[in-house]
């Protein structure tokens, strides 16, 4: 996945049940570790996530995949209140689709 492509979408068709997605991604680079979560409505078929987030995945050395990205069915959730912050949710999610990346 080119970090720098404006135009690297992550397909998340066939999900159009009304319910969201999490796009969820990892990379480790030189003992670096990030990840990102996104939520997007499964029902726009795409999601581009935004560059500030994945400028911040470490970069791989190499073609070899050093990291993943997953597309999660999000199936419910439900609003915390947590002292100290300013909202916080809880939400079950189902794994649906997973790929080994290269962030480039």
């Known amino acids: 996945m080119d970090r720098?492509?404006?135009?690297?979408?992550?397909?998340?068709?066939g999900f159009a049940n009304g319910n969201p997605?999490?796009?969820?991604?990892?990379?480790?680079a030189s003992n670096v570790?990030?990840?990102f979560e996104c939520l997007a409505p499964a029902a726009a078929g795409s999601f581009q996530v935004p560059a500030p987030i994945l400028?911040?995945?470490?970069?791989?050395?190499?073609?070899s995949p050093n990291?993943?990205?997953?597309?999660?069915?999000?199936?419910g959730s439900q609003t915390l209140k947590i002292p100290?912050?300013?909202?916080g949710f809880s939400a079950w999610t189902t794994p649906t689709l997973g790929t080994?990346?290269?962030y480039q």
């Open 4 to 13: 720098r492509d404006a135009n690297s979408a992550v397909d998340i068709s």
């Open 55 to 63: 400028l911040a995945i470490p970069a791989a050395s190499g073609t």
């Open 100 to 102: 080994s990346v290269a």
């Open 67 to 75: 990291g993943s990205v997953f597309v999660y069915l999000r199936s």
């Open 21 to 28: 997605v999490t796009v969820n991604g990892q990379s480790v």
């Open 33 to 35: 570790y990030a990840q």
């Open 84 to 87: 100290g912050t300013d909202y």
